[in-house]
C-alpha cells in the first residue's frame, strides 16, 4: 500500500523522533501553554506529530528553521489530504 502524503513528513518525524528517542507526551509546559492558550478564547490542538516537532525542538534535535520547514510541509500535505478526500 502506498503511502499518503501526509505520512511522508509524519513518517519522516516519527523516525527522527525515534532515532533521539523523543516522544509526543506533552510535560508541563505544553499543558500550561494549551491552558493559556484556551483561557485567551484560542482552540489550538496539536496532533501527535506536530508535538513530536516541538518535543524534537526543546530537546535540541531541531532548530527553528527546521521545525518550521517540517511543520509547514505537514500542514500543507495534510490539507492536500483533506481536499483529495473531499473530491
Keep these: 500500500m502506498a503511502e499518503s502524503a ?8 516519527r523516525k527522527l523522533a525515534k532515532k533521539h528517542k523523543v516522544g ?5 509546559l505544553s499543558r500550561m501553554a494549551l491552558t ?6 484560542d482552540a489550538v490542538e496539536l496532533d501527535s506529530v506536530e508535538q513530536l ?3 524534537l525542538k526543546r530537546k535540541g534535535v531541531l532548530n527553528k528553521a527546521e ?3 517540517l511543520q ?4 500543507q500535505e495534510k490539507r492536500r ?3 483529495q478526500l473531499r473530491a
Design 72 to 75: 509547514g510541509r505537514y500542514l
Design 36 to 41: 493559556i492558550t484556551r483561557l485567551a478564547g
Design 81 to 83: 489530504s483533506k481536499e
Design 6 to 13: 501526509t505520512d511522508s513528513v509524519a513518517s519522516e518525524v
Design 67 to 69: 521545525i518550521m520547514t
Design 24 to 28: 509526543a507526551e506533552r510535560d508541563g
Design 53 to 55: 516537532l516541538v518535543n
